[in-house]
């Protein structure tokens, strides 16, 4: 069975571009989740997308944006990049009933 | 809103010894989850064990166990005969049952050295 699936796995970007980052979840599974990472903030949510309708939001700018598909592959993006977004960004995977979530290896974002 | 709090920074133990990671959360709710994961150098969070609130019976995994006091809104991590791939961050997460807020609250994460 194949697990949680993010590309890429690093990215360098430089202060006002955007950015996409994709996630494709363990297959039957209907929710999707994000996470940024930081040295500073730890582990904080950024949404959750259920049947390709975002369930729950955390507390970031609208500048953080995401979508899913009808396959459940789920993207997140991020417009107008700014150094603090440096972060590993964690997408998970559930069926959505409250077990465990499988999380993928993550995508390094470096602003610069 | 839901905090989790891990007080140990960081913790060492020798090789086949047990070792007990504390974590604490504030809640009102009485139905959630909480979780045990585990995050090595290779990045990826690996979910180490599960907790129902409303199962009263500590949940095992082979050598990881957990002490879960409702009342007390404890749930410490129990890892015995310790093992050198046992190194790492391990976080404890809390999983509301309300709907709409079915998000991981982590804590800040308890850094796991294993000493040979």
């Known amino acids: 069975k194949a697990g949680v699936t993010q590309t890429p796995r690093y990215l360098i970007k430089t202060r006002g571009q955007q950015v996409t980052l994709s996630c494709s979840p363990i297959s039957g599974h209907r929710s999707v989740s994000w996470y940024q990472q930081t040295p500073g903030q730890g582990l904080q949510f950024l949404f959750e997308?259920?049947?390709?309708?975002?369930?729950n939001k955390g507390n970031f700018p609208g500048r953080f944006s995401g979508r899913q598909f009808s396959n459940s592959r789920s993207e997140m993006n991020v417009s107008t990049l700014e150094l603090g977004d440096s972060a590993l960004y964690l997408c998970?995977?559930?069926?959505?009933?409250?077990?465990?979530?499988?999380f993928g290896s993550g995508t390094r974002l470096t602003v610069v | 809103a839901q905090t989790v709090t891990q007080s140990q920074p960081e913790m060492s133990v020798q090789e086949a010894e047990t070792v007990t990671l504390s974590c604490t959360y504030d809640t009102s709710e009485s139905d959630y989850y909480l979780f045990w994961y585990k995050q090595p150098p290779s990045r990826q969070m690996i979910l180490v064990i599960r907790q129902e609130a409303y199962k009263q019976q500590n949940a095992t995994e082979n050598r990881f166990s957990v002490n879960f006091q409702k009342a007390a809104k404890s749930f410490s991590l129990k890892i015995s005969d310790s093992q050198l791939g046992d190194a790492a961050m391990y976080f404890c997460?809390?999983?509301?049952?309300?709907?709409?807020?079915?998000?991981?609250?982590f804590g800040k994460g308890t850094k796991l050295s294993v000493i040979p």
């Open positions: 998970a995977s559930s069926s959505g009933q409250g077990d465990g979530y499988t």
């Open positions: 997308y259920f049947s390709e309708t975002q369930r």
């Open positions: 997460a809390y999983r509301s049952q309300r709907a709409g807020s079915y998000q991981l609250t």
